[in-house]
């Protein structure tokens, strides 16, 4: 919009200059009054292009200096949780949540079987559950069903009741 405006001051500043270079005899009172108009485009042209620098120069400075504190800010939050040990917490917390282990019981929810079910049961329920979900099932699912079935697998194992087949 900004820049409509100052083309249609560059073209009534041409337009009035030609004006002026083409008048051969002026009347006494025409060649004053487009003087005046033409210095008041004149002011009114580098008014505008003045504006649009400070304008752009505001949002330049201010820019930067918000980029800076931004910066300034973010260095001291660093340097606050090193210090009272919150990264060191986050970290640890973080890989005990990815190194849990499937609890057993979390195992015989997730095959829809209880403590009583044989081992072959066990391995008729992983069969069907992971083939539902092999095609155009749930890769996540699968995974799960599949960590259930070791996790009850080790657990049979350690009872004493022999290896699985």
């Known amino acids: 919009m900004e820049r409509n405006k100052?083309?249609?001051?560059?073209?009534?500043?041409?337009?009035?200059?030609?004006?002026?270079?083409l008048l051969e005899a002026p009347a006494r009172g025409s060649f004053p009054h487009l003087f005046h108009e033409l210095l008041k485009l004149?002011?009114?042209?580098?008014?505008?292009?003045?504006?649009?620098?400070?304008?752009?120069?505001?949002?330049?400075?201010?820019?930067?200096?918000?980029?800076?504190?931004?910066?300034?800010?973010?260095?001291?939050?660093?340097?606050?949780?090193?210090?009272?040990?919150v990264?060191?917490?986050t970290i640890?917390?973080?890989?005990?949540?990815?190194?849990k282990v499937m609890t057993e019981q979390e195992a015989r929810q997730i095959l829809g079987v209880t403590e009583e079910t044989s081992w072959e049961e066990i391995m008729k329920k992983y069969d069907t559950l992971f083939e539902r979900n092999s095609k155009n099932g749930s890769f996540y699912i699968q995974s799960k069903v599949h960590r259930a079935k070791e996790c009850l697998e080790a657990a049979h194992q350690g009872k004493g009741e022999g290896t699985p087949t």
């Not at 100052?6 to 270079?21: D, F, P």
């Open 42 to 85: 004149r002011r009114q042209f580098w008014q505008k292009i003045n504006a649009g620098k400070i304008i752009a120069n505001l949002i330049v400075m201010g820019s930067a200096i918000l980029g800076k504190a931004f910066i300034q800010a973010y260095r001291q939050a660093l340097a606050n949780a090193s210090k009272s040990g």
């Open 6 to 21: 100052s083309e249609i001051l560059c073209i009534r500043w041409v337009t009035l200059k030609t004006q002026l270079s």
């Open 92 to 99: 640890q917390n973080t890989i005990r949540r990815g190194s």
């Open 87 to 89: 990264a060191q917490e």
